[in-house]
């Protein structure tokens, strides 16, 4: 039905475009910007879940908090390396584990400083469980943030030269509870994980004696936590392992430092801490700040003049809308009410009749589409049946017939060129070896093989998808696999439970290295669904984020995506693209591999609100002029 | 009169509460949390998540809790828009959709009645069938082909109204008419038969016997009657129009309550989908009992002792 639609409006679309001044045809829709020219105008989709930085869930929450706090660092939208952004500069230690952050002179949107003070209280708000952080988990690459961020609990108290190997064996008497010692200071860290359980602990071995030591014991607290000010213009930072993606992960939006004052006013205000990021309350440390907000349909966010960079800030105000429906959202952008409109704000239905438009463009994205299968059940505990249903699938043929949006075949779980990573060239298909493999396994021509299903959540193209590969299957091993859909939430409850035997999994990367793609097969990941566990898979990635050299350490990654692909619990499709829609005039839009598109760089060309300007114009982003 | 709203009102509680209770136990059998997401949560955050809203405790004593925070006027908080209360989110959203009900509503029966009425007082002429055929098209065309018809026709060929969105009354034009359409075409293939029926009818030719202008005769006796099952229909239709409709509020992007009804469920937004079942219930419960009262007024017939 929907197809059908479509098919009418776009014959209309064209139809209508003939009415336009000169050669029209060539844009979706107006090319006269609708509103002022110092305004951006974009579409946020929905509403967003929090504008917290610390408590971000999802892209409509990271549009808004990536722009309005600013970061230690940014990531440069050309080169996409880290750059200074509050941090003015750093220094790392030769083991490449201690950062000493140097505080730019930036102020929040109040006028008042932000200092490196700042910067502990939002990390330590960040770990803490109580601000339960969906990405929390992020920070723990901070040393000794653990057993905080997990309500270890604390025993100290003894004097330095006990033997905490003994007492570590009394403490766990009965219990298999992992205990870690503190290797900075007499202490040790005990993870339990049922709270009545913890709280009997501490009972009982607070101001207990144990071995001649009087302990004591209690939740662990911040303070272990080692990210600290030095002072207001030095931030500290040690790590567990020398973590190369370092000052790429400190991008992301969560380690924002956040305005405590504001924090504390709405708690006092209104009782509800959580309010804090409403207009009235909210200050900004980035280069925008919310100004005006109507729920569910627009949020204006204007300059903030307190901003270190202000001077490059391009456009004085961002007007975001909440348009959900894809084809309302096309409709907005052709009668010129959005500047430009990204993945997921387009019809996909409309892409091949877009494609003839010059405002239409097509990048790679850093996000990946994978079916995924779990190893534990027959047929699919033995390799070879995993290996043959990778090399019967055709993803060539896929991206090209199916798919049709300039998505990448897959021969990798890690998208080409991260941090310096390249993949090795594989063999994806080969139909015969698949036929093979699915022979030694004892289905001979696909004689035997029981009955097993591919299964994904509702929608149209990845039922389009799984059809294709369907059809692959029955023809290159002839074997029947059941498609089943479900809906969001059920998909997201089997996923978890691993109630599947194949599932479909799309994973865009948290950060731009190839360990946040790796992360997904680590025997012990939460996101690791296949139950596929390879201790050397392990052991290699483990090693490559101790590594502090770039090309040992992508080295270590391809050996372990070498066993990956090998063992196959995972079977790479397609390396997403990004299809959007922009109009010529917005300019400060480049072509940044994860899709964020800084408004600070935005700007209109005003030369499009008299005519079509012939002459390209100086684009190049500025910053720290 | 006073006796039988009372007894009406007394049953619409139980109705209202039976409802609250299938409701709240029957949401908690579809698979799926509100808290799971792709990237997987850490234990200690769902625990936190889960306390925050109570859905730690066993089912029995969180009904009981919900129960009694709905006695002091309290629906919860949300686990879509953590930062909102469902009272505030139907706050924002129900006075939208009722807008823009009210001028559907306006618009479905002043076409509605007008055709209906054309076309009976002028049955099987040119006048009947037409309006008949427009009733015909308006019935079988369904809001989510004619909303992007309008829109591409209005919107982006003639550019005279926005494509959607909310803010000034050019923004309600084309979502109403296309909301309002399919009930205009209700009540006008109701008005028209409601009022044929009436003409035939003996007190009529007695209207008409006595040399009554034909005007009076069809809209102060005829009318009244004719238009019976026209009430009976807007009951339920107002009830329908006045909490918002999933297609036509999310075609044109309008920011009112209709899109829960949809969208709650999938996030498994508990509290939130509870509310607008209550809000949706209560509505249908009192202006069935409106239509109810407006019978014993407009037909002479009907007495409520």
């Known amino acids: 039905m929907n197809k059908i639609l479509a098919g009418i409006m776009l014959s209309f679309v064209s139809l209508s475009l003939g009415a336009c001044s000169f050669d029209s045809t060539q844009y979706f829709g107006t090319t006269v910007p609708q509103h002022k020219a110092n305004e951006i105008w974009l579409n946020n989709r929905s509403e967003p879940q929090w504008i917290d930085p610390n408590k971000t869930n999802g892209v409509p929450d990271g549009n808004i908090t990536r722009n309005i706090f600013a970061r230690l660092t940014q990531i440069h939208p050309i080169t996409n390396q880290p750059v200074p952004d509050l941090a003015e500069r750093w220094e790392i230690s030769d083991d490449a584990k201690k950062y000493t952050f140097y505080m730019r002179d930036s102020k929040w949107s109040d006028g008042t400083p932000i200092t490196a003070y700042d910067m502990e209280w939002s990390w330590k708000r960040l770990l803490d469980p109580a601000t339960a952080s969906v990405y929390g988990s992020l920070g723990l690459v901070v040393k000794d943030s653990s057993p905080f961020f997990n309500r270890a609990v604390h025993v100290r108290g003894f004097a330095p030269n006990i033997d ?61 936590v080692k990210a600290y000010a030095l002072d207001e213009k030095r931030f500290y930072v040690e790590l567990e392992d020398p ?133 534990t059940e027959p047929p699919f505990d033995d390799v070879r049946v995993r290996k043959a249903m990778s090399l019967a699938v055709d993803r060539d043929q896929l991206t090209t017939y199916v798919l049709t949006a300039g998505q990448q075949p897959a021969t990798d779980v890690v998208p080409d060129g991260l941090a310096g990573y390249k993949s090795t060239p594989r063999k994806m298909f080969d139909p015969e070896k698949a036929k093979k493999l699915l022979a030694e396994a004892g289905y001979p021509n696909g004689k035997g093989f029981p009955k097993v299903a591919l299964k994904f959540n509702t929608q149209d193209t990845h039922r389009l998808l799984a059809e294709a590969v369907q059809q692959m299957w029955k023809v290159n091993l002839n074997i029947d696999v059941e498609l089943t859909n479900v809906e969001w939430r059920v998909y997201l409850d089997d996923q978890h439970n691993k109630n599947f035997q194949m599932i479909r999994q799309g994973w865009i990367g948290d950060f731009p290295d190839p360990y946040t793609f790796l992360d997904l097969y680590m025997s012990y990941s939460g996101n690791n669904h296949t139950a596929w566990v390879n201790h050397e898979y392990d052991a290699l990635v483990e090693e490559a984020n101790r590594t502090p050299d770039y090309d ?69 982003p500025k910053f720290g002029s | 009169m006073l006796k039988f709203i009372l007894r ?6 139980i109705t209202l509460f039976v409802i609250i209770i299938v409701s709240f136990f029957v949401i908690r059998l579809a698979k799926g949390s509100p808290f799971s ?42 686990t879509k828009y953590p930062q909102r209360t469902v009272n505030e989110i139907i706050a924002i959203s129900l006075p939208k959709t009722m807008v823009l009900g009210f001028f559907a509503l306006l618009w479905a029966v002043i076409v509605g009645v007008t055709a209906g009425v054309v076309g009976a007082v002028r049955q099987n002429t040119k006048w009947d069938y037409s309006a008949m055929s427009l009733a015909m098209v308006g019935i079988s065309l369904p809001s989510f082909v004619l909303g992007p018809l309008l829109i591409l026709f209005f919107a982006l060929y003639l550019l005279w109204l926005p ?114 079942v209550i809000v949706y219930s209560a509505f249908l419960l009192i202006l069935n009992l409106l239509v109810d009262v407006v019978y014993g007024f407009i037909d002479p017939r009907i007495r409520y002792e």
């Open chain 2, 163 to 276: 494509a959607g969105g909310w803010g000034s009354a050019k923004h309600l034009i084309l979502p109403a008419i296309t909301l309002g359409t399919i009930y205009a075409a209700y009540i006008a293939r109701l008005t028209r038969g409601g009022m044929l029926e009436v003409i035939r009818a003996n007190f009529i030719r007695t209207a008409r016997a006595k040399g009554l202008k034909e005007q009076v005769v069809i809209w102060k006796h005829a009318f009244k009657g004719g238009i019976l099952p026209v009430v009976t229909f807007l009951g339920p239709a107002i009830a329908n129009i006045m909490v918002g409709s999933v297609v036509v509020e999310k075609i044109f992007n309008t920011p009112g309550l209709g899109p829960y009804f949809v969208d709650a469920a999938f996030n498994r937004d508990y509290f939130l989908i509870m509310g607008i």
């Open chain 2, 37 to 78: 997401q792709e990237r997987e949560v850490p234990p200690e955050v769902l625990k936190d998540l889960e306390a925050r809203y109570g859905f730690d405790k066993p089912l029995p004593q969180q009904f009981y809790n919900y129960m009694n925070n709905i006695v002091h006027g309290d629906l919860g908080l949300s």
């Open chain 2, 8 to 13: 009406r009102s007394v049953g619409m509680v």
């Open chain 1, 164 to 224: 905490q190997e003994a007492l570590k064996k009394v403490l766990n008497e009965g219990n298999e509870y992992n205990i870690e010692i503190a290797d900075d200071h007499p202490g040790m860290y005990v993870y339990i994980d049922e709270e009545a359980e913890r709280k009997a602990f501490i009972e009982k071995y607070n101001g207990a004696l144990v071995n001649g030591q009087e302990l004591k014991a209690s939740v662990t607290d911040s303070s272990v």
């Open chain 1, 243 to 375: 973590v190369l993606y370092f000052l790429a992960l400190i991008e992301f939006d969560i380690f924002a430092p956040i305005p405590k004052q504001a924090v504390e006013h709405a708690l006092k205000a209104t009782g509800n801490a959580d309010n804090w990021t409403r207009p009235e309350y909210i200050v900004c440390g980035g280069a925008y700040c919310l100004t005006e907000e109507k729920f569910r349909q627009y949020k204006i966010f204007t300059r903030n003049p307190y901003y270190w960079d202000d001077r490059s800030t391009r456009s004085d105000l961002v007007k975001l809308l909440m348009v959900e429906k894809e084809t309302t959202s096309a409709n907005f952008y052709r009668s010129g009410e959005f500047d430009w409109i990204g993945p997921g704000e387009l019809p996909p239905e409309y892409t091949e009749t877009l494609k003839q438009y010059t405002d239409y463009h097509n990048d790679p994205y850093l996000g990946i589409y994978t079916y995924i299968i779990n190893v």
């Open chain 1, 552 to 620: 040992v350490r992508n080295g270590l990654f391809a050996r372990a995506v070498d066993i990956l692909m090998d063992e196959a619990p995972v079977l790479p499709i397609y390396i997403y693209t990004r299809s959007y829609l922009k109009k010529p005039f917005l300019k400060g839009f480049y072509k940044d591999y994860q899709d964020h598109h800084n408004w600070k760089f935005m700007w209109n060309d005003q030369r499009w609100y008299k005519e079509v300007p012939t002459k390209e114009i100086d684009d190049t």
